[in-house]
Nanobody, 114 residues
Framework: VQLQASGGGLVQPGGSLRLSCAASGIPVRGNIMGWYRQAPGKQRELVASISMGGTPNYADSVKGRFTISRDNTVNTIYLQMNSLQPADTAVYYC?????????WGQGTQVTVSS
């Protein structure tokens, strides 16, 4: 199994980014998939998930700002992040949810700073 997250970068507060996660060895439409993040000195947390039926779920901290989606044809999930705040600074990963598998991949760094 490989989960390759990409799309991170440096953005100013209020800006937007779109993350992608290309999965291999695991069908995204056959699993609940999620986006997690880990900020320095903090535990990894689940911020968004999408069910096999396509229903999204969000942590309160990102609700109304982040949107998770999925493209079954390319076995990829996405995270559209709007109105980014410094508190969103973290390494973002994708994985199964709510119980992730051991293979995390490298993640993608998101830094929100002026």
């Amino acid at each position: 199994v490989q989960l390759q997250a990409s799309g991170g970068g440096l953005v100013q507060p209020g800006g937007s980014l779109r993350l992608s996660c290309a999965a291999s060895g695991i069908p995204v439409r056959g699993n609940i998939m999620g986006w997690y993040r880990q900020a320095p000195g903090k535990q990894r947390e689940l911020v968004a998930s999408i069910s096999m039926g396509g229903t999204p779920n969000y942590a309160d901290s990102v609700k109304g700002r982040f949107t998770i989606s999925r493209d079954n044809t390319v076995n990829t999930i996405y995270l559209q992040m709007n109105s980014l705040q410094p508190a969103d600074t973290a390494v973002y990963y994708c994985n199964k949810a709510p119980i992730p598998i051991a293979s995390w991949g490298q993640g993608t760094q998101v830094t929100v700073s002026s």
